[in-house]
Antibody, heavy 125, light 104 residues
Framework: VQLVQSGGGLVKPGRSLRLSCEAS??????????MHWVRQAPGKGLEWVAG????????GYADSVRGRFTISRDNVKGSLYLQMNSLRDEDMAVYYC?????????????????WGQGTVVTVSS | EIGLTQSPGTLSLSSGERATLSCRAS???????IAWYQQKPGQAPRLLVY???RRATGIPDRFSGSGSGTDFTLTISSLEPEDFAVYYC?????FGPGTKVDIK
């Protein structure tokens, strides 16, 4: 069972980028679990970005990205997305998609269980 | 918002030694919401311990978590070469700054 990420790259400040994350493997139960995006700036620690509950009924964002980023999911496709608009220098990081440990929770109080391989987002003019 | 601090920032030890990593919260927290992660260079983090003391699937029993209230500890009973890494504690949406365990 794994999460395969795509969509990173080099983008100019103020532009947009969309990250994708696809679950694969038998028994992954993607549609039972909250999913998150967590990022790590170069040489820095981990920062939670956004989370979305199993049925998209509960969504949350870090203050640093609220109003600019949108998290969404497609349970039929087993996919998670992060639409990033108005990108800033400080958004440059490795972005990880993460599956929560527990089933049927909301995005609060989660344990970050299965991590994708990470995708690099570089913001530079 | 609850803050997390970790100490020490860096821990220099030899293989076979015991590592004790600390995570302190700015106020009392529910132990069910404390987790620890290991991250090696160039890799994604890996869940080690959750609920303060429950090991994730496949994690060796040399890793153990404990604590309550505001003070939590991750202990590695006898360091193996593959354990040299950065360790993060986490509560809800907040991660601690990490403790680097490196080779003495």
């Amino acid at each position: 069972v794994q999460l395969v990420q795509s969509g990173g790259g080099l983008v100019k400040p103020g532009r947009s980028l969309r990250l994708s994350c696809e679950a694969s493997g038998y028994g992954f139960s993607f549609d039972h679990h909250t999913m998150h995006w967590v990022r790590q700036a170069p040489g820095k620690g981990l920062e939670w970005v956004a989370g979305i509950s199993w049925n998209s009924g509960s969504i949350g964002y870090a203050d640093s990205v609220r109003g600019r980023f949108t998290i969404s999911r497609d349970n039929v496709k087993g996919s998670l997305y992060l639409q990033m608009n108005s990108l800033r220098d400080e958004d440059m990081a490795v972005y990880y998609c993460v599956k929560a440990l527990y089933e049927y929770g909301d995005y609060v109080g989660d344990v970050f269980h299965i991590w994708g391989q990470g995708t690099v987002v570089t913001v530079s003019s | 918002e609850i803050g997390l601090t970790q100490s020490p920032g860096t821990l220099s030890l030899s293989s076979g030694e015991r590592a004790t990593l600390s995570c302190r919260a700015s106020q009392n927290i529910d132990i069910s919401h404390i987790a620890w992660y290991q991250q090696k260079p160039g890799q994604a983090p890996r869940l080690l311990v959750y609920g303060a003391s429950r090991r994730a699937t496949g994690i060796p029993d040399r890793f153990s978590g404990s604590g309550s209230g505001t003070d939590f500890t991750l202990t590695i009973s006898s360091l193996e070469p593959e354990d040299f890494a950065v360790y993060y504690c986490q509560h809800h949406s907040i991660f601690g700054p990490g403790t680097k365990v490196d080779i003495k």
